[in-house]
C-alpha cells in the first residue's frame, strides 16, 4: 500500500496538489467510505436485540467471566440491607462541623474524623510546598 501511495506521489505536479493527496485520509481497504456529510448517525449505538423481558430479569453486561452467563435479578429481599443506603447523601466536613460532635452517630463521627484529617494533610502540604 506505501507503494502505490509514492506512486501517486511521483505523478503529482503541483504542490497544491501534494497537499491534498497527502492530507486524505484512507482506510485499510484502500477505499473511502461512502455517504453523505451527516453520515454520523450510522456510527452510533445500534439498537439492543435483547427482548425488554430479558432486559427486565437479568443485569445485561454483568458477567465478566468468558464462560457463564448474565445474572439474574433477584427480589429486593434477597440482597443486603446495606445495599440500599449506598446512595444515600452523607454529610460534608463544613456540615458535620456545624454540628455538635457529643451528639454525632457513629457513622458521622467516623466520617468526620476522615475527612478532617484529609483536610489537615492537604492543609499541611500545602504549606510545605510553600516554603
Known amino acids: 500500500m506505501a507503494m502505490n501511495h509514492v506512486r501517486s506521489m511521483r505523478c503529482i505536479l503541483s504542490t497544491k496538489e ?10 485499510a481497504t484502500g477505499k ?7 453520515g454520523a448517525a450510522a456510527d452510533g449505538p445500534k439498537a439492543s436485540s435483547l ?6 430479569s437479568t443485569v445485561v453486561g454483568g458477567n465478566i467471566l468468558k ?3 448474565d445474572p439474574k435479578i433477584l ?3 434477597e ?3 446495606w445495599l440500599w443506603h449506598l446512595l444515600d ?7 458535620l462541623r456545624r454540628k ?10 467516623k466520617r468526620y474524623v476522615k475527612l478532617d484529617n484529609r483536610a489537615r494533610i492537604k492543609e499541611n502540604n500545602s504549606l510545605k510546598a510553600k516554603n
Open 18 to 27: 501534494a497537499a491534498a493527496v497527502a492530507y486524505q485520509r484512507t482506510y
Open 100 to 109: 455538635d460532635i457529643d451528639t454525632l452517630p457513629y457513622e458521622d463521627l
Open 79 to 81: 440482597y443486603p440491607d
Open 75 to 77: 427480589p429486593d429481599s
Open 51 to 56: 427482548s425488554k423481558e430479558v432486559k427486565a
Open 89 to 95: 447523601k452523607r454529610p460534608a466536613l463544613s456540615e
Open 67 to 69: 464462560e457463564g452467563t
Open 32 to 38: 473511502a467510505k461512502k455517504g453523505s456529510k451527516g
